[in-house]
């Protein structure tokens, strides 16, 4: 069973076939496997952002169902799919979204604080996590501490730490310089490859698009082109790029 399955899904802002309808997704499909790193790009305005947005629960499509682990999330209500994203959802933004009032290690543990897990398996988890991404040495200080790319990686912990279905980052290398955001890409790179995490990224970024092993590209809303890496990043990076520029065009993001 695939971990995530999207049907034909379509999202119109408007009305339905009015004069000002707008439709920002059009018949969109895909199915992603259990431990797949997977990328979406397009230029501005392709539906990225709308389509993530669907994808994780938070936007409701016009038509089509998108499915996670074979459950229909798309007929959910408000309080089942809260419920659903704190246990089986995982997310790293762009803006780091930690709390300034708890330690890095305090940031790491609140999904499982929210959850009312057990204290010593919260205390040995984090501590799990944080060492597998080098911040286990910093694990006592404050985000206002540390770097960006340190930020990120504690963001990146807590998305992994209740072991979550599915991971989404939306243009996680956004607000970071080059050497963070290699080191944010090589630390979900870590995740996919030693824990098998299931990973789908939303990224304007060719670089950190390189990272992963399939690109999903949109463009005005529609899928139109997949390219999946041979293991050389280099070799999938320029790939990248020769897709990017055939697809061009920019508008403001829908």
């Known amino acids: ?6 049907r034909s899904v379509r999202k119109v802002y408007g009305v339905q076939n009015g004069e000002n309808a707008t439709v920002a997704l059009d018949s969109v499909s895909f199915n992603m496997e259990a431990g797949e790193f997977i990328g979406i790009m397009g230029p ?45 959802l995982g997310f790293v933004f762009q803006e780091f979204n930690l709390m300034d009032s708890l330690t890095l290690k305090e940031n790491v543990m609140l999904p499982m604080i929210l959850d009312k897990q ?20 910093i694990a006592g200080k404050y985000p206002y501490n540390i770097s960006g790319g340190q930020q990120q990686r504690v963001a990146v912990s807590r998305a992994l730490v209740n072991d979550p279905d599915i991971i989404f980052a939306d243009e996680p290398t956004g607000n970071l310089d080059s050497k963070s955001s290699n080191a944010v890409m090589k630390c979900m790179e870590t995740m996919n490859r030693e ?60």
Not at 118 to 137: Q, T, V, W, Y
Not at 211 to 222: T, V
Not at 228 to 242: A, C, H, M, T, Y
């Open 118 to 137: 057990d204290k010593a398996h919260m205390e040995a988890k984090s501590e799990e996590i944080m060492r597998l991404f080098g911040i286990d040495g």
């Open 1 to 6: 069973m695939s971990v995530l399955e999207v």
């Open 44 to 88: 501005s305005g392709s539906g990225k952002t709308t389509l993530l947005n669907i994808l994780s629960g938070i936007g409701k499509p016009s038509h089509g169902e998108v499915y996670i682990g074979g459950k229909n999330i798309t007929a959910f209500d408000k309080n089942e799919m809260a419920l659903f994203r704190r246990n089986h």
């Open 195 to 254: 824990r098998s995490s299931t990973i789908l990224m939303v990224t304007h970024d060719a670089f950190a698009a390189s990272f992963c092993q399939k690109i999903i590209f949109i463009k005005d809303g529609a899928i139109c082109m997949e390219i999946v890496s041979n293991g050389v990043r280099k070799e999938f990076f320029d790939q990248i790029l020769d897709c990017l520029a055939i697809i061009g065009g920019e508008r403001n993001d829908v």
